[in-house]
């Protein structure tokens, strides 16, 4: 009985207890509530689907090799898409007031009714979850079709193709149309194109540029006496700079008056030395344009004697620091 009477009295204080806890009241709102916008919901999540699947478009573009129309086409409309989306939530979406002045700066102790602001002005939202996944999808998307570009600044986890060229110790030097090009057709003052025979002309390192200079007049590098017969000198064609055809050859018209002849890049006008092993002498490039060794065969064709003197390409090259194999 005595047990009985205390289990009585104890659920009798714990009832009190609750009975004497007191409510918590109910923050008084800062922002008022407003009317939910189903409708403008749906359009807003629509219009975020739309974006991430117009970035998802680009990357596919991309990687199909489009046109700069379509890239262009895809990302604008993603981003404008975006924007809507946006702009719509700003009118219809979030709960607004309007001030009569500038909106006070805050004090330390407002962060919280700031906060509660935040939140307030929500109020309209019934799909949060959902807006929140189409937003995720869309910024997502995006961030995937800014970040495809970067596949082109070339390999990432396997660099040697940057390094591999197809010339080889007997590879024949064949002109635009395919044809043999010989030692006794190369001209003084003349500047000509050259690619390997039976390999592809659009690989980094196939082009090459030929000039003809007085063998007295060479000045290579040690270990290339023998690289340029009768004064033949092979060069890459790839600016050392930032990867542009070198299509210029200046020859001095009144000579010693106007300056040596050399190699020119036109897009920034890096000047090369085909001389001194096409050293720079002007412009932005860092390092010399890599030399190909040449011999002439019983027929009098030229072809490679081995391969280029440094890596091909622009400057990011430069970090090898030792010649292709």
Not at 177 to 189: K, N
Not at 266 to 288: I, K, Q, W
Request: aromatic share 6%; net charge positive; with cysteine.
């Amino acid at each position: 009985m005595r047990l009985r009477g205390w289990m009585i009295a104890l659920l009798a204080l714990f009832g009190m207890a609750r009975r004497r806890r007191p409510q918590r009241q109910p923050r008084e709102r800062i922002v008022a509530a407003g009317q939910p916008d189903p409708r403008a919901e749906l359009i807003a999540i629509g219009l975020l689907l739309l974006a991430a699947a117009a970035a998802v478009a680009f990357v596919v573009f991309y990687a199909l090799g489009f046109s700069t129309q379509a890239l262009g086409g895809t990302l604008a409309g993603a981003l404008a898409l975006i924007a809507a989306a946006l702009i719509l939530a700003a009118k219809r979406l979030v709960v607004s007031e309007q001030l009569p002045g500038e909106y006070p700066e805050p004090e330390p102790e407002q962060q919280e009714a700031l906060a509660q602001i935040v939140e307030e002005s929500g109020s309209r939202l019934t799909r949060k979850r959902l807006l929140g996944l189409a937003a995720g999808a869309a910024g997502g998307s995006l961030g995937a079709a800014l970040v495809a570009p970067a596949a082109s600044l070339g390999p990432l986890f396997d660099t040697s193709s940057l390094y591999t060229t197809p010339w080889r110790r007997g590879r024949r030097l064949i002109d635009e149309a395919g044809r043999p090009m010989l030692a006794a057709d190369i001209e003084t003052d003349v500047f000509y194109s050259a690619f390997p025979e039976g390999a592809s002309k659009d690989a980094l390192g196939a082009p090459l540029v030929l000039v003809r200079l007085d063998p007295a007049a060479l000045r290579l590098p040690a270990g290339r006496e023998d690289w340029a017969p009768g004064g033949i000198l092979a060069f890459s064609k790839i600016c050392t700079h930032a990867g542009c055809a070198i299509a210029l050859y200046r020859t001095p018209t009144f000579a010693p008056t106007q300056p040596a002849p050399a190699l020119v890049c036109p897009c920034h006008y890096s000047t090369f030395d085909p001389a001194r092993g096409a050293a720079v002498t002007f412009g932005p490039a860092g390092r010399p344009l890599p030399q190909l060794p040449l011999m002439v065969d019983g027929a009098g064709a030229l072809r490679a004697a081995g391969n280029y003197s440094g890596a091909v390409g622009p400057g990011w090259s430069g970090v090898r620091s030792e010649p292709p194999a």
